[in-house]
């Protein structure tokens, strides 16, 4: 009887993993100032995804341990949405050629490189970036992620106590003009 017990308790805990969320540590500076190293999060499991979240996800071919077996998880924020250009240049980030002005970054001074690129998401395909940008490893770096590599959003901080809190996307406005109609603070001039 105590076995049977044992074990609905487990498939319980890993259907809630798998289903509801999950808690996770953060390891390293990639996001800083937004979160810091050690803090305990809480991830949602969810399909729907805005401009501006926090998200934990995967990125190809990293992985933990030395048998890699088990994929290494990352925290990024989610910038550009399945469809859109996204464009580095004169050290401003465009969105379908509009600049998208970050004010959670931790400054405001350009953080990019000066060297222009470009990456066109297709179906399915979104592109985060740490806020600590300039030490962050990103899809800068790898390119575009599959929606099947983004596991969950982060929804709070959980501890320390003295940092809890929820987290909500920015309120970005609506862009009467283009295909963006969701999350960023927008501006047409950088």
């Not at 049977?4 to 540590?25: C, T």
């Not at 926090?54 to 469809?83: A, D, E, M, S, T």
């Not at 465009?94 to 690129?117: H, K, M, N, Q, W």
């Amino acid at each position: 009887m105590i076995l049977l017990i044992d074990l609905v308790a487990v498939l319980l805990l890993v259907l809630f993993r798998l289903l509801v969320g999950f808690p996770v540590r953060v390891k390293g500076s990639s996001m800083i100032p937004t979160l810091r190293e050690r803090q305990l999060l809480w991830v949602e499991r969810t399909r729907r995804f805005h401009r501006g979240d926090i998200v934990i996800c995967h990125f190809p071919n990293r992985y933990r341990g030395k048998h890699k077996l088990i994929p290494q998880l990352f925290v990024k924020r989610l910038i550009g949405l399945p469809g859109e250009t996204l464009a580095l240049r004169n050290g401003h980030l465009f969105i379908d050629g509009v600049c998208l002005e970050e004010t959670y970054l931790p400054s405001r001074r350009s953080v990019y490189s000066a060297l222009p690129r470009s990456w066109t998401l297709g179906e399915g395909q979104f592109f985060v970036m740490g806020d600590n940008r300039p030490f962050s490893h990103d899809c800068r770096r790898i390119g575009p992620l599959d929606r099947s590599l983004i596991v969950g959003r982060v929804s709070t901080v959980l501890l320390p106590t003295a940092a809890f809190h929820h987290f909500t996307p920015p309120e970005y406005p609506v862009l009467e003009s283009g295909n963006m109609t969701n999350t960023a603070d927008i501006v047409s001039d950088c």
